[in-house]
């Protein structure tokens, strides 16, 4: 999606965020993110945030509105897992989160990479998340109508998107996970599995990424069987995605998840 200039909100909207902030002294519009409309880092008066905002349709939440109204529902529940979420304004068509600013860097996910342990750690830790009763969505719902996505069930805590560009890296090495729009509940090893197309893209072959994720237990434990299906599911879902929206991105994320399910024997 095409980002929204921070100058693009109504006044009513900017001055509901200085109420918050005090008066503005910079904006800076994140390089990465597509779920929102506006997400830039904020100087106030009072300190500097993350700001997230979309606008609504006229009739009903839009698809980014949504996304943020997840990230809001389950923010309190993450704990060191996630900038913390400071206040909420709905004004003028648009909602708009405030965040705690984590300064960071993005992790570097090619092999070799000291950031790829640091990221594990993180991973582990949050696989002991408990899930909170908000996060009603089954992660199943992505292949729905796609197969029998019931291997992928379960009631394990899923961020579902940790590529390098959801993570930072604090300057005490600390992580902190970013982007909560599509976080569902399912087995906990699907969490791996989404990473691996990100782990291809970063120069991982598909045996290379298998192995690194051999680490964690959830995918140690996981049936083979399961992962196979998993893996057609993906290709499926994402042919469709591509079918639908023909980015250039897209068109190279499929192309690792072909990848993949080629080395697992599911796809000629």
Avoid: C
């Amino acid at each position: 999606m095409t980002r929204s200039d921070w100058n693009d909100l109504p006044a009513e909207v900017l001055e509901a965020i200085t109420r918050t902030t005090g008066p503005i002294r910079g904006v800076r519009s994140a390089d990465l993110g597509n779920h929102a409309d506006i997400a830039s880092t904020v100087a106030g008066e009072h300190g500097t945030l993350f700001v997230k905002a979309a606008r609504k349709l006229p009739d009903k939440d839009g698809p980014e509105v949504m996304s943020l109204r997840w990230e809001a529902k389950v923010n309190p529940f993450l704990g060191e897992f996630a900038p913390r979420l400071h206040w909420t304004v709905e004004s003028g068509g648009w909602l708009v989160l405030g965040f705690e600013h984590v300064p960071g860097r993005h992790p570097d996910y090619a092999p070799g990479s000291p950031d790829l342990g640091l990221v594990a750690q993180a991973v582990q830790a949050l696989q002991k998340t408990p899930l909170p009763a908000v996060v009603d969505r089954p992660v199943t719902m992505r292949w729905e109508g796609l197969g029998d996505a019931s291997p992928m069930a379960g009631t394990a805590l899923l961020h579902t998107d940790i590529n390098a560009g959801n993570v930072l890296v604090t300057d005490r090495r600390e992580v902190r996970f970013v982007d909560w729009a599509f976080v569902s509940h399912g087995a906990p090893w699907v969490e791996m599995g989404q990473m691996i197309p990100w782990l291809l893209g970063a120069g991982h072959t598909p045996a290379s990424a298998e192995e690194w994720l051999g680490q964690f237990p959830a995918w140690a434990a996981a049936d083979s069987a399961s992962i196979d299906q998993y893996a057609r599911l993906h290709v499926a879902v994402w042919s469709r995605r591509h079918q639908m929206a023909s980015a250039e991105w897209i068109g190279l994320y499929l192309a690792d998840v072909r990848r993949w399910a080629k080395h697992r024997g599911v796809l000629e």
